[in-house]
């Protein structure tokens, strides 16, 4: 697929939970989202911009290398991003008020909590290693973190982990599996984010336009 080099692109995620929001504040912004011919790139009909729609976890790759210009993503993919590659991050542009959910440590709900030095030389599940182990650094905690890519709450009925760090929105996830939240690692929500040091000139102005636009439907949202 060749992607026309004229044109502003916005990555967005294709399927799940920020998906449609993300869609929807383009259109709120006053963008006409055309279905394109195939399901990975829409076109907008009034201005010269596509809409890439890829898994969350690459918009970040996509958006650090300049691929896109701009991408809508959770703070929480970005800062895993961040801990784990060196080099230009996505600068984030401005907090969006949608997808709003917390990393949080949960813990057996039947044990006293003892505070985040109880993690010491404990094993905690998550499928934010990077995230974590800053936090654990910043605490001088030295824990075995094992990385998990799904049914993370289970870890510790299996005994596979003492506690996890995972995304929490209700806490009925965490309730169902007999934990509770006891340390917040991370506060996130969907956010703007641009290439490093901005969009090229030639998209400079469009990505600022597109940018106000965005800021006023957000701020209209309170
Ligand atoms: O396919 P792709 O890789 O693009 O999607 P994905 O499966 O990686 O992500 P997706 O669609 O599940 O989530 C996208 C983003 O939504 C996340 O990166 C967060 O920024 C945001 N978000 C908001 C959440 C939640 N709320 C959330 N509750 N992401 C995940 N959850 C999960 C959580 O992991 C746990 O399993 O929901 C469960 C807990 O929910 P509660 O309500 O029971 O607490
Ligand atoms: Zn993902």
Known sequence: MSVPENRLRIAVQKNGRLAERSLDLMREAGLRVMKGA???????????????????????????????DLGVIGLNVLEEHAARRNGPRPEVVMRLGFGRCALKIAA????????????????IATSYPGVLQSWLRERNIEA?????????????????????CDLVSTGATLEAN???????????????????GGPPEAHQHLADVLTDRLRGVVAAQG
């Open 38 to 68: 195939n399901d990975l790139l829409y076109r907008i009909e009034n201005h010269p911009i596509d809409v890439l729609r890829v898994r969350d976890d690459d918009i970040t790759t996509f958006v650090a290398d300049g691929v896109c």
């Open 178 to 196: 007999g934990l509770k939240a006891v340390e917040t690692v991370l506060e996130s929500e969907a956010v703007l984010v641009r290439a490093p």
């Open 108 to 123: 057996p709900a039947e044990a006293t909590w003892q505070g985040p030095e109880a993690l010491a030389g404990r094993r």
């Open 144 to 164: 075995e973190v094992v990385e998990l890519h799904g049914a993370v709450e289970v870890a510790p009925r299996l005994k596979v982990a003492h506690a996890i």
